[in-house]
């Protein structure tokens, strides 16, 4: 097969510590964190009551006059997918129907039928509000408090107290269409539903589909918001959240640490754009840097626990070096997903040890959410732009809070200030805490 | 050189049965699976009818030990199961231990389990505030917790079917779940078809599950009026294509195929049943809610596939349409079809088994793509039931009513999701 190269143009970012890629950076940088106590509603009889919340966002900003009546209808995932599009194609210097319709450009100059989409998606949840009103309605005897019993015999006609497009505020295939819409892109699209590995998979997918001649361009990578009651009591009842730093949310997250207890929620997107490297060439796009590999594998012992020895993420990697060419003496970088759990951690660290070797110790490893916790589908790609910009800048960001590194884990995790870094070549994965699915990628600095 | 990928493994859970044969037989004999529907009580819903998968029993399909292991799956996903089983035995594999399961994945059009719908609307009315009209998540959080539980909550992930199936068989080859609504499965095969081609992988199972029939996946229909009103009637109310059609009639189930890289399956002694050539994927990029009116994305996607399969539009000898029975979809695939085909398009047969199996939203490609399979194997094209008053805007051949037998090679398969997403396979005997 003739394969095109694939190259990254563009890094659009939302996430809790900055709305852009340069402003995420810095901020992790400067090791500020957006993890604090939640906002949005009363998180008091939660467990854990502190989120990578994003605190300003309003969606208006990021989508055309026209379209701001359909703001009514987007889910908080879709707003921060509709985000970070915007600011994906703003920095890799597109003119897409958008920006020209925002008056922010003179004509679009892209290929619409060229233009594909590929983003990863979680499991939305309903607006609990808007939904528990409409509920309220079909209650038997709301005045008996502890003990309403709601009828579905009444929910026939109470139903329609909801809005008739209710349904498509949460459909996950949402997220990628208000982003086609909005940037006007009819090429392949798709929406990854693998959890925590989303973003991983649907950059894979777009970077095949751009390989093959499919498309010329695509923005994909994903987002999610787990900043809501349901996404926020889902993981409790797994065990899988940090509960005892409630009264230190910029402590509670802590990646690979000897003391961590658990994970901390967050809401992001993240969305690069991959392009084909002549098309990027001939308009003479900025090239941040080259996806070289991409490997998928599968936890095939468990659908809710990770591997101990962290085999299916390092079977993706060793897919993914395969595809790429390269071999792991030639990666100086990691990024794992980095939870903060102690088991998912772990699987990782082995990985990440079998996969390097008696290089372990040289190899530094990037991790991101004891800043801005976990955004499900949304933190890979968040992930790979700060990976992607760590390397053109030559400085990587510390892991927040990993102040001791477990000597279980046994892995270079950058510690405590940023680093200077010359790296090449890295490599990403990302495994999906519930279902399993596995994804890694290779990624190359463009030489200047 | 290209690899070419193959069928060499069938199986669904419909609501017209759990077997490939019987099944089929009924879907050529214009049978409807669409009945009053018992999951839950819809009698005062908008629409009190569906099509049911019947009488299923994962134990069935698993071992005893299997079943254990596994039975805590949500509905869909052990339809899935069940499905990707038979498919598994139907291709053989389940007599050759020898095959490199590291190359060995899987690709589903998934669908999100259904929801613990009781305890999720006891914890929503206990914890909304009639007097200050919010909701009081303090209270919702104390009831919530201590009454969701936590393999329910678990298995409700749309990847979770793929979960389980790649422990079921040990797989670790690439594993992706997509949910592009209606077009979801029909998208995993054609993504799963080039991961085989790349060379991601020798062999993939691929194909969708869902159900969406429980209270809030009908509300949500109901309240966008796609769903069809005709509660006097349930088994004629799925009526493709025809003038009085007034919805879509809410089905659920799975459909998988095995996927497998043509030397693969040859070297094995492999029955193959099909080769996939040709895969197309669109965007309409046009409205959250309406199809585009010239039906550019469906145009898009089919000659997509066309030009991927390399094959001329005389060479299709039959469409299985997204036919779903909404005024709308049928008007514009129809525009579709005739913007492909041209003069050539009332040559064409056309049908949707939506009107009798229902549409099965995630699992409904990866159904429609096997009854494709079958009626190339049988030379015999399946029925468009319900058919009975000509709509001047649907002006095609949708074989009405009546099976057909025919000359059969190549078929063509659509499938149009909600957002605007569009897929379509093109799929050929094997020579």
Same mark, same amino acid.
């Given at each position: 097969?003739?394969?095109?190269?694939?190259?990254?143009?563009?890094?659009?970012?939302?996430?809790?510590?900055?709305?852009?890629?340069?402003?995420?950076?810095?901020?992790?940088?400067?090791?500020?964190?957006?993890?604090?106590?939640?906002?949005?509603?009363?998180?008091?009889?939660?467990?854990?009551?502190?989120?990578?919340?994003?605190?300003?966002?309003?969606?208006?900003?990021?989508?055309?006059?026209?379209?701001?009546?359909?703001?009514?209808?987007?889910?908080?995932?879709?707003?921060?997918?509709?985000?970070?599009?915007?600011?994906?194609?703003?920095?890799?210097?597109?003119?897409?129907?958008?920006?020209?319709?925002?008056?922010?450009?003179?004509?679009?100059?892209?290929?619409?039928?060229?233009?594909?989409?590929?983003?990863?998606?979680?499991?939305?949840?309903?607006?609990?509000?808007?939904?528990?009103?409409?509920?309220?309605?079909?209650?038997?005897?709301?005045?008996?408090?502890?003990?309403?019993?709601?009828?579905?015999?009444?929910?026939?006609?109470?139903?329609?107290?909801?809005?008739?497009?209710?349904?498509?505020?949460?459909?996950?295939?949402?997220?990628?269409?208000?982003?086609?819409?909005?940037?006007?892109?009819?090429?392949?699209?798709?929406?990854?539903?693998?959890?925590?590995?989303?973003?991983?998979?649907?950059?894979?997918?777009?970077?095949?589909?751009?390989?093959?001649?499919?498309?010329?361009?695509?923005?994909?990578?994903?987002?999610?918001?787990?900043?809501?009651?349901?996404?926020?009591?889902?993981?409790?009842?797994?065990?899988?959240?940090?509960?005892?730093?409630?009264?230190?949310?910029?402590?509670?997250?802590?990646?690979?640490?000897?003391?961590?207890?658990?994970?901390?929620?967050?809401?992001?997107?993240?969305?690069?754009?991959?392009?084909?490297?002549?098309?990027?060439?001939?308009?003479?796009?900025?090239?941040?840097?080259?996806?070289?590999?991409?490997?998928?594998?599968?936890?095939?012992?468990?659908?809710?626990?990770?591997?101990?020895?962290?085999?299916?993420?390092?079977?993706?990697?060793?897919?993914?070096?395969?595809?790429?060419?390269?071999?792991?003496?030639?990666?100086?970088?990691?990024?794992?997903?980095?939870?903060?759990?102690?088991?998912?951690?772990?699987?990782?660290?082995?990985?990440?040890?079998?996969?390097?070797?008696?290089?372990?110790?040289?190899?530094?490893?990037?991790?991101?959410?004891?800043?801005?916790?976990?955004?499900?589908?949304?933190?890979?790609?968040?992930?790979?732009?700060?990976?992607?910009?760590?390397?053109?800048?030559?400085?990587?960001?510390?892991?927040?809070?990993?102040?001791?590194?477990?000597?279980?884990?046994?892995?270079?995790?950058?510690?405590?200030?940023?680093?200077?870094?010359?790296?090449?070549?890295?490599?990403?994965?990302?495994?999906?805490?519930?279902?399993?699915?596995?994804?890694?990628?290779?990624?190359?600095?463009?030489?200047? | 050189?290209?690899?070419?990928?193959?069928?060499?493994?069938?199986?669904?859970?419909?609501?017209?049965?759990?077997?490939?044969?019987?099944?089929?037989?009924?879907?050529?004999?214009?049978?409807?699976?669409?009945?009053?529907?018992?999951?839950? $009580? /819809? @009698?005062?819903?908008? %629409?009190?009818?569906? #099509? =049911? +998968?019947?009488?299923?029993? &994962?134990?069935?399909?698993?071992? *005893?030990?299997?079943?254990?292991?596994?039975?805590?799956?949500?509905?869909?996903?052990?339809?899935?199961?069940?499905?990707?089983?038979?498919?598994?035995?139907?291709?053989?594999?389940?007599?050759?231990?020898?095959?490199?399961?590291?190359?060995?994945?899987?690709?589903?059009?998934?669908?999100?389990?259904?929801?613990?719908?009781?305890?999720?609307?006891?914890?929503?009315?206990?914890?909304?505030?009639? $007097? /200050? @009209?919010?909701?009081? %998540?303090?209270?919702? #959080? =104390? +009831?919530?917790?201590?009454? &969701?539980?936590?393999?329910?909550? *678990?298995?409700?992930?749309?990847?979770?079917?793929?979960?389980?199936?790649?422990?079921?068989?040990?797989?670790?080859?690439?594993?992706?779940?997509?949910?592009?609504?209606?077009?979801?499965?029909?998208?995993?095969?054609?993504?799963?078809?080039?991961?085989?081609?790349?060379?991601?992988?020798?062999?993939?199972?691929?194909?969708?599950?869902?159900?969406?029939?429980?209270?809030?996946?009908?509300?949500?229909?109901?309240?966008?009026?796609?769903?069809?009103?005709?509660?006097?009637?349930?088994?004629?109310?799925?009526?493709?294509?025809?003038?009085?059609?007034?919805?879509?009639?809410?089905?659920?189930?799975?459909?998988?195929?095995?996927?497998?890289?043509?030397?693969?399956?040859?070297?094995?002694?492999?029955?193959?049943?099909?080769?996939?050539?040709?895969?197309?994927?669109?965007?309409?990029?046009?409205?959250?809610?309406?199809?585009?009116?010239?039906?550019?994305?469906?145009?898009?996607?089919?000659?997509?596939?066309?030009?991927?399969?390399?094959?001329?539009?005389?060479?299709?000898?039959?469409?299985?349409?997204?036919?779903?029975?909404?005024?709308?979809?049928?008007?514009?695939?129809?525009?579709?079809?005739?913007?492909?085909?041209?003069?050539?398009?009332?040559?064409?047969?056309?049908?949707?088994?939506?009107?009798?199996?229902?549409?099965?939203?995630?699992?409904?490609?990866?159904?429609?793509?096997?009854?494709?399979?079958?009626?190339?194997?049988?030379?015999?094209?399946?029925?468009?039931?319900?058919?009975?008053?000509?709509?001047?805007?649907?002006?095609?051949?949708?074989?009405?009513?009546?099976?057909?037998?025919?000359?059969?090679?190549?078929?063509?398969?659509?499938?149009?999701?909600?957002?605007?997403?569009?897929?379509?396979?093109?799929?050929?005997?094997?020579?």
């Amino acid at each position: 097969m003739n394969k095109k190269r694939v190259v990254i143009t563009g890094l659009g970012v939302a996430s809790s510590v900055g709305l852009g890629i340069d402003e995420t950076f810095d901020a992790l940088v400067e090791k500020k964190c957006g993890v604090r106590r939640v906002e949005a509603f009363d998180p008091s009889a939660f467990q854990s009551q502190i989120a990578g919340e994003i605190v300003e966002l309003n969606v208006k900003d990021f989508i055309f006059k026209k379209y701001n009546k359909h703001a009514r209808v987007m889910a908080r995932d879709i707003e921060l997918a509709v985000a970070a599009a915007y600011n994906a194609i703003k920095d890799a210097g597109l003119k897409s129907k958008c920006l020209v319709d925002r008056g922010e450009a003179e004509a679009v100059d892209i290929d619409s039928t060229r233009f594909g989409a590929n983003i990863g998606a979680g499991l939305i949840c309903a607006d609990l509000s808007e939904l528990a009103e409409a509920l309220g309605t079909a209650a038997e005897n709301p005045a008996e408090k502890g003990n309403r019993r709601f009828s579905l015999g009444k929910w026939g006609e109470a139903m329609t107290n909801l809005t008739p497009l209710w349904l498509l505020k949460f459909l996950p295939n949402m997220l990628a269409c208000h982003v086609t819409i909005v940037h006007d892109c009819q090429a392949p699209s798709n929406t990854i539903t693998c959890g925590e590995a989303s973003s991983h998979l649907a950059i894979g997918e777009a970077f095949r589909t751009i390989q093959r001649g499919a498309a010329d361009l695509c923005i994909c990578g994903g987002a999610e918001s787990k900043v809501n009651p349901m996404a926020m009591i889902r993981p409790e009842l797994w065990h899988r959240v940090a509960t005892n730093r409630n009264h230190d949310p910029a402590r509670a997250c802590r990646p690979f640490d000897a003391d961590r207890s658990g994970m901390v929620v967050g809401e992001g997107g993240g969305l690069l754009i991959l392009e084909e490297y002549e098309h990027a060439k001939a308009r003479g796009a900025r090239i941040y840097g080259e996806v070289c590999g991409f490997g998928a594998s599968q936890n095939n012992s468990s659908w809710f626990r990770p591997q101990p020895d962290g085999r299916a993420l390092r079977l993706a990697s060793e897919k993914a070096m395969a595809d790429a060419g390269v071999t792991s003496d030639e990666i100086d970088l990691v990024n794992p997903f980095g939870v903060g759990t102690k088991e998912h951690d772990a699987g990782e660290a082995a990985a990440i040890r079998s996969l390097f070797g008696n290089r372990t110790n040289e190899v530094p490893v990037l991790a991101t959410k004891g800043a801005i916790g976990n955004n499900g589908a949304g933190s890979g790609a968040i992930d790979i732009a700060v990976v992607v910009k760590a390397m053109e800048r030559g400085v990587a960001p510390p892991s927040l809070n990993t102040d001791k590194i477990d000597p279980d884990c046994g892995i270079n995790v950058i510690q405590n200030d940023p680093i200077d870094l010359r790296a090449k070549t890295a490599l990403t994965f990302a495994g999906a805490m519930s279902g399993g699915q596995t994804g890694a990628l290779v990624i190359r600095r463009m030489e200047s | 050189m290209s690899r070419r990928v193959v069928v060499t493994g069938i199986g669904w859970i419909t609501p017209l049965g759990h077997d490939i044969e019987s099944t089929w037989q009924r879907v050529l004999n214009g049978e409807s699976g669409v009945a009053p529907t018992t999951i839950f $009580d /819809a @009698k005062t819903f908008p %629409t009190t009818f569906s #099509a =049911e +998968v019947k009488n299923f029993d &994962l134990r069935k399909f698993l071992s *005893a030990d299997e079943y254990e292991h596994h039975k805590t799956v949500s509905r869909q996903a052990g339809f899935a199961m069940a499905a990707a089983k038979i498919a598994w035995g139907n291709a053989g594999l389940d007599k050759v231990g020898n095959i490199d399961k590291t190359r060995a994945g899987i690709y589903l059009g998934g669908g999100e389990g259904p929801l613990d719908f009781q305890n999720f609307a006891k914890a929503a009315i206990e914890g909304w505030d009639y $007097d /200050a @009209k919010v909701l009081d %998540t303090k209270r919702w #959080a =104390e +009831v919530a917790g201590a009454c &969701l539980k936590e393999v329910t909550e *678990a298995e409700q992930d749309p990847n979770m079917a793929a979960g389980h199936i790649s422990n079921l068989f040990g797989l670790e080859g690439p594993s992706f779940n997509t949910l592009t609504a209606c077009a979801a499965s029909t998208q995993a095969i054609g993504e799963a078809t080039h991961m085989i081609r790349y060379g991601d992988a020798d062999v993939m199972i691929s194909g969708g599950c869902h159900s969406m029939i429980h209270p809030l996946g009908v509300t949500g229909f109901n309240l966008l009026t796609a769903l069809s009103n005709r509660n006097d009637s349930p088994t004629t109310a799925s009526r493709p294509f025809d003038r009085t059609r007034d919805g879509f009639v809410l089905g659920e189930g799975a459909g998988m195929l095995i996927l497998e890289e043509l030397s693969h399956a040859q070297k094995r002694g492999a029955k193959i049943l099909a080769e996939i050539v040709g895969y197309g994927s669109t965007a309409d990029a046009f409205r959250i809610t309406d199809i585009h009116e010239d039906a550019r994305g469906g145009i898009a996607a089919m000659k997509m596939a066309i030009e991927d399969a390399g094959v001329a539009l005389t060479d299709i000898h039959y469409i299985s349409a997204h036919g779903t029975g909404t005024a709308e979809n049928d008007k514009i695939e129809t525009k579709a079809i005739r913007g492909v085909f041209g003069d050539h398009a009332p040559n064409v047969p056309i049908s949707s088994v939506k009107s009798m199996m229902g549409h099965l939203i995630a699992a409904a490609g990866a159904c429609e793509l096997i009854t494709c399979i079958l009626a190339i194997r049988d030379q015999v094209l399946p029925p468009t039931m319900n058919y009975e008053n000509p709509d001047p805007l649907c002006d095609l051949d949708y074989i009405p009513n009546e099976k057909r037998p025919a000359t059969v090679k190549t078929c063509l398969s659509n499938s149009f999701g909600f957002g605007g997403q569009n897929d379509t396979l093109v799929i050929k005997a094997f020579d």
